[in-house]
């Protein structure tokens, strides 16, 4: 049974940090480029972060380049995304996006995690 479960969101104060964990099971976790997604209300899902599966390429939202930072762990099959520098336009529900790189390009998402970035 696959699953990708997002933790580690929550409230906090602008300029403030969170760290997002997603942890995979029922596939092959390298086998997968990992993505972070987010959807703020009333507004479409969008990238923000994507990292390749070893880890070598990352690519970021101008939104949130050298505020955010992702990173995997394929041992722990696991992918994380740091958020510093927060802001109340970051706030929105923060996804987990597993695809495979190879044809099918099978994709898998998580439940979503809120983040909410006020004072």
């Known amino acids: 049974q696959v699953q990708l479960v997002e933790s580690g969101g929550g409230l906090v104060q602008p300029g403030g940090s969170l760290r997002l964990s997603c942890a995979a099971s029922?596939?092959?976790?390298?086998?997968?480029?990992m993505s972070w997604y987010r959807q703020a209300p009333g507004k479409e899902r969008e990238l923000v972060a994507r990292?390749?599966?070893?880890?070598?390429?990352?690519d970021y939202a101008d939104s949130v380049k050298g505020r955010f930072t992702i990173s995997r762990d394929n041992g722990k099959n696991t992918v994380f995304l740091q958020m510093n520098s927060l802001k109340p336009e970051d706030t929105a529900v923060y996804y987990c996006?597993?695809?495979?790189?190879?044809?099918?390009?099978?994709?898998?998402w998580g439940q979503g995690t809120q983040v909410t970035v006020s004072s």
């Open positions: 029922g596939f092959t976790f390298s086998m997968f480029v």
């Open positions: 996006k597993a695809q495979r790189e190879a044809w099918p390009g099978t994709i898998y």
């Open positions: 990292m390749s599966r070893s880890g070598g390429s990352t």
